[in-house]
């Protein structure tokens, strides 16, 4: 019984996290990655399982529209939450530069 409620509890943590990243929706397939070119010594795995985050690295993505930029990131952040537990917010551009806006008029752009 016990075993169980710390089960349930992890799932509930879990789904938590995915809603607060508010996350977009992504297709149901594969990511497509024959046009996606990583800077050397950057592997698939690296990034996919977010071990740039544990280096406190960032990571760039950039190129024209329906080139994959949004579904990688989500992905990336899905792999964070289910299997590091840690948290995740997804932001566009836009969205991001309101919310910071928005927060140094109300003087927590610290807090953000």
């Known amino acids: 019984m016990f075993e169980h409620?710390?089960?349930?509890?992890?799932?509930?943590r879990i789904?938590?996290?995915?809603?607060?990243?508010?996350?977009p929706k992504i297709p149901n397939k594969p990511f497509d990655w024959k046009d996606i070119q990583?800077?050397?010594?950057i592997t698939r795995e690296y990034v996919l399982q977010g071990d740039f985050i544990e280096n406190q690295e960032n990571l760039i993505f950039y190129g024209g529209v329906g080139t994959g930029k949004t579904f990688l990131s989500t992905l990336i952040s899905i792999?964070?939450?289910?299997?590091?537990?840690?948290?995740v917010k997804f932001y566009t551009a836009a969205a991001?530069?309101?919310?910071?806006?928005?927060?140094?008029?109300?003087?927590?752009?610290g807090k953000l």
């Not at 792999?79 to 948290?87: A, C, D, F, L």
Request: overall charge positive.
């Open 5 to 12: 409620e710390v089960q349930h509890r992890g799932e509930r």
């Open 15 to 23: 789904n938590l996290l995915l809603k607060q990243a508010t996350l």
């Open 38 to 41: 990583l800077a050397l010594g």
């Open 79 to 87: 792999n964070t939450i289910k299997k590091k537990g840690k948290k």
């Open 96 to 109: 991001l530069v309101n919310a910071l806006l928005e927060a140094n008029d109300k003087g927590s752009l």
